[in-house]
Structure formats: structure tokens, C-alpha cells
């Protein structure tokens, strides 16, 4: 079956503009997490959601990040006002609402702020 | 506060050669250990481990944990060059909101012809 799609894969925005990322979990999965990798550093946590909601939500660095699941499938990270520190590859996984289930990730979006 | 370390942080080695890779963690209510494999895009998932002293095998890998030490290793026997990855090495949180995880900053890995 598919994994855990993202789009776009790569995107390049001014600073100061507004972006949106996609990540459509593996069907089925409950749980979805966002990460933010940077060059040479392991994933760092966002926010995680269980169903709807976002269950956890201490990871995003500041109010500029927001991130909704309305429907608990598709989930969107919203990055307002963008900085050039905000340049990584946001991640998104997904999985089962077992404790313990590995998670399954997307390919990741690479952002630029120029 | 809850920190997983690797070593090395980087290993150069050539075809053939076997590796271990290092991992310690400490962690709030460790439930499980989980090691991936990250090559340009998602980190793969390997292994997860529980119990102690329990070797997981997948091929040339494996992978064991030592809940008293802390610690688990990553072991690759007759590497190859498409074995060249960051290896990822991931502790969940028990906690409320589920299964967060805390990564370590991994293990780049480079295997020459």
C-alpha cells in the first residue's frame, strides 16, 4: 500500500511569506507526528496528533507554526511570516494507535527561506 | 530530561569491513528502542527493540539492548557502499500524548568500494 505521502517536496519562499506543507498519513494510522531536521542533526519533534487533535503540540518553536488534521487524515504545518532559520526538511510520520508501533515517515518537504 | 547519544558521530570504513554503531539513552518510562536508516529522504525503520539481550537480525544487521547499561549497539557485518546512511537510533516516551519520540543525532555512516 502507499506510504506516507508529502507535498511539495521541495519549496523555496521569500522571507517573510506564508508556506504550507502537506502530509497525507498511511491509511488507517491514527497517530500523526510532524519533525524538523536540520543539516546534520536528528529529527526534531513538532506536534503530534491522535485523530484530530493535536495531542501534543510543544515542539513547535514558536506561534509563527501551526498545524491542523480537521479531519484526522491529511494534516497541514502552516509557517507564517517565514525566517531563513525556519530552512530545514519537515518531516511527517505516521502510525497505528498501538503504543510502541514504529513510526512510518514521508520523504519530507525541504523548505528554503531565502 | 530525556537524551539519546550516538557514537561515532561519523565512520568512514570499506566494503567488506564490519561496524558497530553505539547508542545510550536515557529515558522517562523507556518503553522500546527503535534504530532507522536515513539515506537522502525518510528514515526507514530497522528495528525495535524491548528486552534485554534479545538479538533482532535482519540480514547483515542486528541489533541488541542492554536495559541496565542503557545502551543498545547497531551491528553491520560485510558492509556494503549502499549501506552509506545516517543511522538513526530513537527512544519513545511513555507519556500521555502517545508515542512521541526522542532521536539521537545519529551515526553518519560512508562505506568505499
Known amino acids: 500500500g502507499a506510504g506516507v505521502s508529502q507535498t511539495p517536496s521541495n519549496k523555496v519562499t521569500e522571507k517573510g511569506k506564508y508556506v504550507e506543507l502537506r502530509c497525507d498519513p498511511i491509511s488507517g494510522h491514527t497517530a500523526l507526528y510532524w519533525y524538523r531536521q536540520s543539516l546534520g542533526q536528528g529529527p526534531e519533534f513538532l506536534i503530534y496528533?491522535?485523530?484530530?487533535?493535536?495531542?501534543?503540540d510543544s515542539g513547535l518553536p514558536n506561534d509563527r507554526f501551526f498545524a491542523v488534521r480537521p479531519e484526522g487524515s491529511v494534516s497541514t504545518l502552516k509557517i507564517q511570516r517565514t525566517e531563513r532559520g525556519d530552512s530545514a526538511v519537515y518531516l511527517c510520520a505516521s502510525s497505528s494507535r498501538d503504543r510502541g508501533s514504529p513510526l512510518h515517515f514521508g520523504n519530507g518537504t525541504r523548505l528554503t527561506v531565502t | 530530561e530525556d537524551k539519546v547519544v550516538q557514537s561515532p558521530l561519523s565512520l568512514v570504513v570499506h566494503e567488506g569491513d564490519t561496524v558497530t554503531l553505539n547508542c545510550s539513552y536515557e529515558?522517562?518510562?523507556?518503553?522500546?528502542l527503535l534504530w532507522y536508516k536515513q539515506e537522502k529522504k525518510a528514515p526507514t525503520f530497522l528495528f525495535m527493540l524491548t528486552s534485554s539481550g534479545i538479538e533482532k537480525k535482519s540480514g547483515r544487521l542486528s541489533s541488541i539492548l542492554d536495559k541496565k547499561e542503557l545502551f543498545s549497539i547497531l551491528n553491520i557485518t560485510a558492509t556494503q557502499t549502499g549501506d552509506s546512511a545516517v543511522y538513526l537510533c530513537?527512544?519513545?516516551?511513555?507519556?500521555?500524548?502517545?508515542?512521541?519520540?526522542?532521536f539521537g543525532g545519529g551515526t553518519r555512516l560512508m562505506v568505499k568500494p
Open positions: 530513537v527512544a519513545p516516551m511513555n507519556n500521555n500524548a502517545g508515542n512521541m519520540l526522542t
Open positions: 496528533f491522535q485523530g484530530t487533535g493535536a495531542a501534543d
Open positions: 529515558v522517562t518510562n523507556f518503553r522500546s
